[in-house]
């Protein structure tokens, strides 16, 4: 079988199962229902950064964890599952309603937080700012 | 004899499956869950793991045959030296899954069948791309040299990796008991895949779980699984999911200012173990969560 038509099945197969999986439900992303359960799913992954408190993005999409040692963690829907991070260096980018957080992380280079309420999204701007900055000082300890 | 590519054979079998279980799934609400992202990665994942066993299979396959050239017996293929082969080679599957999730220079390969937070048909196929590298492949010179083909040793273990694809799934709870005290099962490579300190390093078998028994590492499944890694990818990109732990131990191995000895440490020691002792194994992991 000529290599070119191996790959059209390959890219077809690939394509039909995932959109078979985006039309059975499978593009929802998890939701942080409350600060408590954000508090609970950051432990879960980060069982060694103790947290004290939690700000939720509206959506529940994202959520900032106030973590006992002064730091702050970022935790967000990886689609149906959670990924987080301490924050540490990095940078933030506002575009429109997008909030991107660049990280010098190979496994979580960027993360991109929506939150449409104006008000709101400045709040997480400088919150982001304030960790981004505060996270230089240690810096990859 | 000419043995079957059974990986290649089995594609269309897969993907029917896994049509079958997403399907399953939405019609019962349980029994796992997909992601759209997650199985997209898994399935470039498997077809990148095809592609890098084009590119890179002659270097294993050139190993086998010179090999064969020194083996001290040919026993030839009948069913019972088949048969022999492919029990062996599983015991030569579960020394290099135990490597690889103990030894990081191995680990930085394996890693990526661990990536993804869900447990289904498609994480079965989130096979690496670099196996080539960890240089696993004299763990089966002693077949070889025993005087089971090459051919014969690829082939058992392509059946070997076939059979570990339908247990990769929540929608089958426990196989009948004897099933279970024998076979690698669902159950059993749940456990596999959990992020639990309990779970973290158990269950390495391929087929037989008795090699676990054996050895120490069994774990039967008591609560749900928290699938993942220790510390969850923040991408879906393929690329990153496939070469990230290679990137972070080549550069913890170069670091500045380390000894000889601390970077051979650094390929050979455990995923986690640092110089400083600023991460953690599993085995401290598990320590620390010890009841
Ligand atoms: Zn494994
Ligand atoms: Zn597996």
Known sequence: ???????????????????????????????LESKAGALKTWLAQFPDHPATGALLEPTGHAALIDL??????????????????????????????????????????????????????????EALEAALTKGDENELS | ???????????????????????????????????????????????GNVVAGVAFGFVAYGFFSWLWGFALFDLGASLLVIALCFVLDDLRYYWV??????????????????????YNLSTALRQTWTATFTLMMVLRAPLILLGFSPEMVLFVG???????????????????????????????????????????????????????????????????????????????????????????????IFAPNLTLRQRVAYALKPPGWSHDGSRKTSDQIKAENAP
Request: glycine share 10%.
């Open chain 2, 1 to 47: 004899m000419n043995f079957p590519d059974v990986v290649m054979l089995s594609v269309p079998l897969f993907i029917g499956l896994l049509v079958v279980e997403i399907i399953w799934i939405k019609l019962k609400g349980k029994g796992g869950s997909y992601e759209t992202r997650d199985t997209a990665t898994s399935l470039l994942m498997g077809a």
């Open chain 2, 158 to 252: 392509g059946v070997n990796l076939v059979y570990q694809f339908w247990i990769h799934t929540e929608a089958i709870d426990k196989m009948p008991r004897w099933f279970e005290a024998v076979m690698n099962t669902p159950s059993h490579h749940r456990v596999h895949h959990g992020r639990d300190p309990k779970y973290l390093d158990t269950n390495y078998a391929g087929v037989f779980i008795i090699w676990d028994k054996l050895f120490g590492t069994f774990v039967p499944e008591q609560e749900t699984p928290d699938y993942g890694l220790v510390q969850n990818l923040g991408t879906f990109n393929p690329l990153r999911v496939a070469f990230h732990e290679w990137r972070s131990m080549l550069a913890d």
């Open chain 1, 68 to 125: 006992e040692d002064g730091r702050t963690g970022i935790l967000w829907a990886m689609g149906r599952g959670a990924a987080g991070r301490v924050l540490q260096g990095g940078a933030l980018q506002v575009r429109g309603a997008r909030l991107r957080i660049d990280l010098a992380d190979f496994t979580a280079p960027h993360i991109d937080v929506v939150i449409k309420d104006e008000p709101v999204r400045r709040i997480w701007a």
């Open chain 2, 97 to 118: 899954h135990r490597f690889g999730h103990r030894v990081r220079w191995v680990w930085a390969s394996h890693v990526n069948h661990h990536s993804s937070q869900h």
């Open chain 1, 1 to 31: 079988m000529p290599v070119w038509i191996t790959l059209i099945i390959v890219i077809a197969g690939i394509s039909g199962i995932v959109a078979l999986v985006h039309f059975t439900g499978g593009s929802v992303r998890a939701r």
